[in-house]
């Protein structure tokens, strides 16, 4: 079903494309091998966007080139596209058509689908396909994407922020159909600028910041340098010092007797300490990926290839 | 009719070209139905030969002939409102063709699918061809009908070539809102320009008999080639009829070529 063993199937080679002077992308080297679910993440604006839709032939580099599945993305683009799916970030569908019309056409475009695995899918989504797309929430709308670009068992899905409007529990389900790809052996590229989505679901993290791709590792690496802000509420009595030494532990700082602290790593060393503490309250920040990088790389921009 | 694209194109277009041929439909049964009071009731030519010249030059009136009932139509219907309806129809549809679907974000679905941009672009084409026929036969039908309504008996083979040169005229104003709409991905300004340029050329063939300066450039006009050698009188022209459809299929080239090369807008 997959590619050749050890053929990429996402190849890019210095790809380029400017827009204006800020946006765009620089001298990307991407691969993405067969059979694994590979996340590309970045803040908005970083160029996860461009870069996929050039893969898709949407539009064209400035300089550079790129292969999925062994393929040139533009002189084979239509072989490409009968063995590739793809959910944009913004989804559009045909406001008139309904939602199982929608399917029905792509369907067809690609050759004709069976109606029943399309409608086995929506089941599992609990989506109601006899609506009119105009008519459908932002979150059933996306449901519709996800179930476009599952179906026909696509050997490469590209999925552009696939997450976006999705409740927790169709978000599961959602991870559960790119489990079952990956034990097919099929490839899943997708984008994000939440970490704790693309740790949860890749195997590997391609990192682009302002059009550069500036990392990639192994999910494993990541979740040992993970960085989280802690506040832990000590009700007073919480002497500093005793934190800010710490393996890991940065930017203590104590104010109403709360502790605030950035920490790199596990918790292990934090948590045991403040055990001997009376703690009243524990509360974990997200960190944005702008700090995660600022933590990670500093101002440098070399890239780490795992 | 969701089988490919052109199928799809069709259903999308099948309001938009049942409306518009049955209001051309109306116009042409109505218009039929109103030369045979007027040719009984009322002095057209008393009145048209009180028209200033210009006036007479805005609505057709060089070509004024009121002894057959295509005559009439040749003054009110053919020279003005069926021309832009008809232009205006094809236009609006090619220039919504692909950068409509652009602008609704819908361009990138479908051409991530297995289908050519020049495949999608043809077969989108095709079918806005076949409402623009669809609209031309609905009026032709409509004159044809309210002739057997009031007794008429226009000469319908030359009712049928001022509908088919009318149709020329408007594919060849549809293939230049394509071409601008698949060079620019913008809706809006395949329309306007499309529409702007519909309306001086009209103006430069309309008022040619009346100005030195228009009549030497009158062979720039499609009008020139649509009613230029008067169709509904001496039936088509095949050089004219030729040149519009050169400019229709030139037009299309140009939008395939710039369409195939273009970034599409996200």
């Not at chain 1, 053929?7 to 946006?23: K, M, N, Q």
Request: proline letters at 4%; aromatic letters at 8%.
């Amino acid at each position: 079903m997959g590619a050749r063993a050890g053929s990429p199937v996402i190849a890019t080679h210095d790809l380029t494309r400017y827009y204006g002077r800020s946006r765009g992308i620089i001298d990307v080297n991407l691969e993405v091998r067969a059979g694994e679910v590979f996340g590309f993440l970045g803040p908005n604006g970083a160029g996860k966007t461009t870069t996929i839709r050039l893969l898709l032939d949407l539009i064209r580099p400035t300089r550079g080139h790129a292969e999925m599945l062994g393929l040139d993305v533009r002189h084979d683009r239509l072989a490409i596209h009968r063995r590739v799916s793809y959910l944009p970030g913004e989804l559009a569908l045909y406001g008139d058509l309904t939602g199982a019309q929608v399917l029905q056409y792509l369907g067809n475009l690609r050759g004709g689908l069976p109606g029943k695995e399309i409608a086995g899918l929506a089941d599992r989504l609990q989506l109601d396909l006899s609506r009119r797309v105009k008519a459908m929430s932002l979150g059933n709308k996306q449901k519709i994407g996800l179930v476009a670009a599952f179906m026909g068992r696509p050997e490469l899905l590209i999925l552009d922020e696939p997450s976006i409007g999705l409740d927790p529990l169709v978000q599961q389900e959602f991870e559960r159909w790119v489990e079952e790809v990956r034990a097919d052996g099929r490839t899943v590229f997708l984008s994000s600028h939440i970490l704790p989505e693309v740790e949860h679901l890749c195997d590997r993290v391609g990192i682009i910041r302002e059009g550069r791709l500036i990392a990639v590792e192994h999910v494993a690496d990541l979740k040992s340098r993970a960085l989280r802000r802690l506040e832990i509420d000590f009700g007073g009595d919480a002497p500093p010092e005793v934190f800010a030494d710490l393996p890991g532990v940065q930017d203590v700082a104590v104010h109403d007797g709360v502790l605030r602290c950035t920490v790199m790593g596990d918790l292990d060393a934090l948590v045991k300490t403040a055990a001997r503490y009376h703690v009243r309250d524990i509360h974990t920040v997200e960190t944005s990926l702008e700090e995660i990088f600022l933590a990670y790389y500093g101002k440098d921009v070399n890239r780490h290839v795992a | 009719m969701l089988r490919n694209v052109l199928l799809k194109t069709l259903r999308d277009l099948r309001w938009p070209t049942f409306w518009t041929g049955l209001g051309l439909g109306v116009l042409g049964f109505y218009f039929m139905w109103i030369i045979n009071t007027f040719e009984n009731t009322f002095d057209w030519k008393g009145l048209m030969d009180q028209f200033p010249p210009a006036m007479k030059a805005l609505v057709g009136g060089q070509l004024i002939d009121f002894s057959s009932p295509t005559g009439f139509l040749n003054m009110e219907l053919f020279p003005l409102i069926l021309p832009l309806v008809l232009a205006g129809f094809a236009t609006a549809l090619a220039s919504g063709a692909t950068a409509g679907e652009e602008a609704r974000g819908t361009l990138d679905v479908l051409l991530a699918e297995p289908v050519d941009r020049a495949r999608v672009l043809v077969e989108k084409t095709i079918a806005i061809i076949a409402g623009t026929v669809a609209v031309g036969v609905a009026l032709f039908a409509g004159i044809w009908l309210g002739a057997i309504a009031v007794g008429s008996r226009p000469d319908l083979a030359l009712v049928a070539a001022g509908v088919l040169s009318a149709i020329l005229l408007a594919l060849a104003f549809g293939g230049i809102a394509l071409a601008i709409a698949c060079a620019t991905g913008n809706r809006a300004m395949a329309i306007g320009l499309t529409g702007a340029l519909l309306v001086v050329t009209y103006f430069v063939n309309a008022l040619a008999p009346l100005v030195d300066m228009l009549d030497r450039v009158r062979w720039v006009s499609p009008f020139y080639y649509y009613i230029g050698n008067d169709p509904l009188r001496n039936g088509l022209d095949i050089g004219h009829a030729a040149v519009l459809g050169c400019v229709a299929v030139a037009a299309f080239v140009a939008a395939l070529l710039l369409f195939e090369r273009r970034d599409l807008t996200a």
